[in-house]
């Protein structure tokens, strides 16, 4: 059960992270376009993509977690 949780409040962790790096990749990008600044929006563009990774990562843990969880409930009942 611990280790659920623990699981959780990880997955938990990764998304506040994945959505930070994504919000403030985003706000770099744009003010890359307003600079011109091609080359810098490539990376900025990179960096969208893998926050993107590792929010899904982290939903694909809570869901796997929440399954885990289900079936000792299940177990136990």
Do not use: E, P, R, W
């Amino acid at each position: 059960m611990d280790t659920i949780m623990s699981a959780i409040s990880t997955a938990t962790s990764g998304l506040y992270t994945a959505s930070s790096s994504l919000n403030q990749a985003a706000m770099q990008t744009v003010q890359d376009a307003s600079q011109g600044q091609a080359t810098d929006m490539v990376t900025d563009f990179v960096q969208q993509q893998q926050a993107q990774v590792a929010f899904q990562a982290s939903v694909s843990v809570i869901k796997t977690a929440n399954a885990m969880y289900g079936s000792l409930l299940n177990i136990t009942a």
